[in-house]
């Protein structure tokens, strides 16, 4: 019968070589075998060498640092009846692979195993495997004196330094199991191989000599694999002493819940994966009772989030957050063109505190959220109050915000898009957006433990830095398309689009003042004109009121235009000719950063329809319109009554201004945005469901182990 000889090489190439070398020189009594190494390094430096001295040996690269990868292929690209497997650190004695051969001329024969011997010591290093208990496992007669009076017998698992399997017996098994990637897959076949019927035994005439874990003896691999590789075990063949024996593990009686945590996520992942439904609707209920002893249970939610979407068992959940989201607003607008982006590829719910609609955000917005869901969360703050002010919870003995936190745990990538820094990260993968950091570092501050923070512009970027301390991973400008399509006749109107704050912070008093006096100062030039005032709005704002007292004292052309439809404002933005922009006017930008505009959507989409920009010359403003360029920038109201009649008097620069408006809004497009945040989230998705975190490759776990150290 034909024997195909696998080697698995990795690390260094001498006992590689020393082993191969001994297999030809100790081997002439076999008329029929080939060597079939595979190269499991991760680059080729071996290959030459391996290659150039052993011309009759079969060498192939694998395509992953992964053991039992590497085994499977090498029995793929092998012709022979028996598979004999070989460590690479090894010297073979003499007649080893016919006496390893001999025992498979009984038919009922899967397995056979050498004698292994310590090369130093020349000791007996394993003849077999053995259970100890709890499911570990170690060699037997490990460290006893070698015995040449040893006769051939039966034995439950053997060892995979040396080891020759019917080919048969193999397939029929499924070959090796790769989650397993190396150690304690010789006990897996094992466990597979008397399933099927097969015997396994051990012929101590056929003997090789072994440099204990020679190649993987720098760091502590085969601890990190054994303990993790006997949860697989566990969940594959005892599902039901999964919970039970989790007090038992070694990292758990050590105290070393790191591991322990990926230990038993790897575990459940194969449960799950390997175990007919009812067996795990019995068993996981059991073994996370077990699990929230030992971790919070946001750790355990998250496990079994993750574990879920490697296996493709749903598609992965979005939750966004706006604690303002029953306003109209911009952030809000952010946050829902986020939703929009998303809802084809995630599901998606939005997390609100008052009460709104999914049909409201489609109307305010022109957007399709028709596969978004949404779930509305009283606060214990705020109760009677249209407005919920975060900035309560720093004097709070309990974060009232917890609440919303116990959301966040059912899903896998939480987005807070209206910066509330009370609310932790507690997703699989957490994203803060940041529109301007209005408050200072106070009580139930998390921000820092988000994966990403997003801001909408470099002015909030720089006071980021300044007040929290943080720094922005990326920038994301707002998501602008208010173009109105088809052509609308521009009419002598100045547009000025902002939220009505009670407050009086979009400075719409003082606009309107202003445009008062250029009508009283300017009246033949200004006669035509009319200044109207659109932006979302509370019921019975007050502040509303006070503008509309002073419209009608003074008897001016000037229109207020609340909560109207997306579809009128875009209307309104392809009618007029000149957009004002005054949020941050008076304000000292050093004292008060938050009552500067910290972007300025609003300018964008004037923009967008041709509308001539006169803005705030601070924050954000700053980054979208370039003085005298594409439109211009005032420091007081003198100034903006200047620029105003200016683009008035001179209808030539006006045509100019608004077609550079346009050329330069291009680069603030939805398309943009939609394209960044998708891929933002489509990044943290795919870390979520990494191989890595499940099935690594095993440089990776050596690497890790060598940080740990």
């Known amino acids: ?69 590497a085994l499977n292929f090498g029995i793929k ?10 460590n690479p650190d090894t010297i073979v004695k003499k007649n080893w692979l016919s006496e390893i051969l001999k025992p498979f001329k009984n038919k009922k024969n899967g397995g056979v195993t050498s004698k292994v011997l310590f090369r130093k010591t020349k000791k007996i290093n394993s003849l077999g495997i053995e259970e100890i208990d709890n ?9 006893e004196d070698d015995d040449t009076n040893l006769k051939q017998k ?27 990637i190396m150690y304690v897959e010789d006990v897996d076949m094992g466990m597979k191989m008397r399933k099927k019927g097969w015997k396994l035994v051990m012929n101590p005439r056929s003997v090789i000599l072994h440099d204990f874990h020679g190649t993987a003896n720098k760091v502590d691999l085969p601890w990190y694999f054994c303990n993790r ?26 105290k070393q819940l790191d591991y322990l945590y990926d230990f038993l996520k790897v575990g459940i992942y194969k449960l799950i994966k390997s175990q007919p439904e009812e067996t795990i609707k019995k068993v996981l209920p059991e073994i996370l009772k077990e699990i929230i002893k030992i971790y919070p249970l946001d750790r355990v939610e998250n496990m079994i989030n993750e574990v879920e979407l490697f296996l493709n068992l749903r598609k992965a959940n979005v939750c966004i957050y706006d604690h303002a989201l029953h306003f109209i607003g911009g952030g809000q ?7 929009e982006t998303l809802e084809n590829n995630y599901d998606v719910k939005f997390i609100c505190n008052k009460p709104v609609s999914i049909n409201n955000l489609e109307k305010w917005y022109d957007l399709n959220l028709s596969k978004c869901t949404l779930k509305k969360i009283e606060l214990p703050i705020n109760r009677k109050d249209r407005f919920i002010n975060p900035n309560l919870a720093n004097n709070s003995a309990k974060n009232p915000f917890a609440i919303i936190e116990d959301e966040v745990l059912k899903h896998d990538i939480f987005i807070n898009v209206n910066m509330v820094p009370h609310v932790n990260a507690l997703a699989l993968k957490n994203i803060f957006i940041c529109h301007f950091p209005d408050s200072s570092k106070a009580n139930f501050f998390y921000p820092q433990n988000y994966d990403t923070i997003v801001t909408n512009s470099k002015y909030t970027t720089s006071w980021l830095e300044k007040r929290w301390e943080l720094k922005a991973d990326q920038i994301i400008y707002p998501p602008v398309d208010m173009k109105s399509h088809g052509k609308t006749k521009k009419e002598n109107i100045i547009l000025s689009v902002s939220r009505f704050e009670e407050s009086g912070s979009k400075k719409q008093l003082e606009m309107i003042k202003t445009f008062y006096e250029l009508s009283k100062q300017h009246p033949e030039i200004m006669r035509d004109w009319q200044l109207i005032l659109a932006g979302g709005s509370a019921k019975d704002n007050k502040y509303v009121k006070k503008l509309k007292s002073f419209i009608k004292s003074h008897s001016i052309l000037i229109k207020i235009k609340e909560n109207i439809k997306n579809s009128d404002l875009k209307k309104l933005y392809a009618k007029s000719k000149i957009f004002w922009h005054a949020c941050g006017l008076d304000q000292d930008e050093k004292k008060h950063p938050n009552l500067i505009e910290h972007f300025g959507m609003t300018t964008v989409e ?3 329809n041709k509308s001539a920009p006169i803005v705030i ?22 100034q903006l009554k200047k620029f105003t009649l200016k683009l008035i008097k001179n209808e030539k620069l006006l045509k100019k201004i608004q077609q550079s408006a346009l050329e330069r809004s291009k680069n603030f497009s939805k398309t943009a945005f939609q394209k960044q945040f998708k891929e933002l989230v489509d990044k943290h998705y795919k870390a979520i469901i990494n191989p890595d975190n499940f099935i690594p490759e095993a440089h990776q776990i050596y690497k890790k182990l060598q940080e740990k150290k």
Do not use: W
């Open 1 to 69: 019968m034909k024997a195909s000889i696998v080697i698995v090489h990795f690390g260094n190439y001498k006992p590689t070589a020393k082993c191969i070398s001994s297999i030809y020189k100790t081997s002439k009594d076999v008329k029929d075998f080939e060597v079939i190494v595979i190269d499991n390094n991760l680059d080729n430096s071996a290959q030459k060498k391996l290659v150039n001295k052993f011309p009759k040996t079969i060498y192939a690269k694998s395509d992953k640092n992964n053991y039992c990868h």
């Open 77 to 86: 690209k092998s012709k022979g009846e028996i598979i004999v497997i070989l």
């Open 135 to 143: 499911f570990y496992y170690r060699d037997l007669g490990i460290n």
């Open 154 to 180: 039966e034995i439950k698992f053997a060892s995979g330094a040396s080891v020759a399997y019917r080919k048969k017996a193999l397939l029929e098994c499924g070959l090796f199991d790769e989650d397993f």
């Open 229 to 254: 590789n006997r949860f697989l075990l566990i969940a594959k063949y005892y599902p039901g002493k999964f919970a039970k024996q989790i007090k038992y593990a070694h990292p758990y009686i050590n």
């Open 333 to 339: 607008k952010y946050g829902c063109t986020i939703a």
């Open 606 to 608: 004037a923009m967008q």
């Open 617 to 638: 010359d601070g924050g954000g403003q700053k980054e979208i319109v370039t003085h005298k360029e594409n439109g211009f920038r005032f420091k007081n109201t003198k």
